[in-house]
């Protein structure tokens, strides 16, 4: 894994991700549509490319994977960790366009990268697709945030297809689920009791720092996972063990 494409790059999980791939030896491309979070991540890197790119706008996001695999001089792998929060309630309290924004970040957005990133892959003799996914699509939450849920639980089987339709290419793609991680998305959730009752209910004792997912993100994109693909990996401290 030499080359990579990260979307969500300008704050929590993207951020670290970008960083750690990097720090791993990694050309990185670091996508978002936050033009000021961009610069405060590659301020940190050795190298690399920034792409200010909202990931809802297909013909934007296909111009600027195409682009920037072509400066890349090719593509090994992806992380889709562009995301937004879901802070609306349950079914009932949702308003339309909010459910509809989030699904379009959250889910659409993940499809338009990871199609756009494909044949760049393909081209790379294969690679690695990794989408980032949440506790949350694996059980019922009384907090609700149904959206939110909604787009994470369809990626689990959006994943299971992208991985059996390009093995045949060598392209893997793999979901990390985390738990409850300390980043700006999570800010507005995550009150002073919510965090007293998260760090009982932790098994481990913490709530998740992004360098934890991003860990993880870097095993998928390397070929120390070469033999995974269509597979889950929950990083949560243990919550859903529980």
Not at 114 to 134: D, F, Y
Not at 145 to 157: F, N, R, V
Request: charged share 20%; hydrophobic share 45%.
């Amino acid at each position: 894994m030499t080359r990579a494409l990260v979307t969500g790059a300008a704050s929590g999980i993207g951020q670290a991700t970008a960083w750690r791939l990097a720090a791993a030896g990694a050309d990185v491309a670091c996508l978002d549509v936050n033009q000021e979070g961009l610069a405060e991540t590659m301020s940190a890197m050795d190298g690399g490319v920034a792409v200010e790119v909202d990931i809802t706008d297909a013909g934007a996001v296909e111009r600027a994977v195409k682009d920037e695999a072509i400066g890349l001089g090719g593509l090994d792998a992806v992380a889709n960790v562009a995301g937004i929060g879901d802070f609306s309630g349950d079914v009932t309290e949702t308003p339309v366009d909010e459910w509809n924004r989030v699904l379009a970040v959250n889910l659409s957005g993940m499809y338009h990268v990871s199609r756009s990133a494909i044949p760049h892959l393909r081209t790379a003799g294969g690679g690695s697709i990794i989408m980032m996914g949440s506790v949350s699509a694996l059980a019922g939450f009384t907090r609700a945030q149904d959206a939110y849920t909604a787009a994470k639980g369809a990626l689990i089987s959006l994943n299971k297809s992208l991985a059996i339709q390009f093995a045949k290419d060598n392209i893997r793609s793999n979901v990390i689920h985390p738990g409850i991680v300390e980043t700006p998305l999570q800010a507005p959730y995550l009150t002073d009791a919510l965090r007293a009752e998260f760090k009982t209910g932790i098994p481990l004792g913490r709530i998740g720092q992004p360098r934890d997912i991003a860990n993880a993100a870097l095993f998928l994109a390397s070929d120390e996972s070469s033999f995974m693909t269509g597979a889950e990996m929950i990083i949560d401290g243990g919550f859903m063990a529980q």
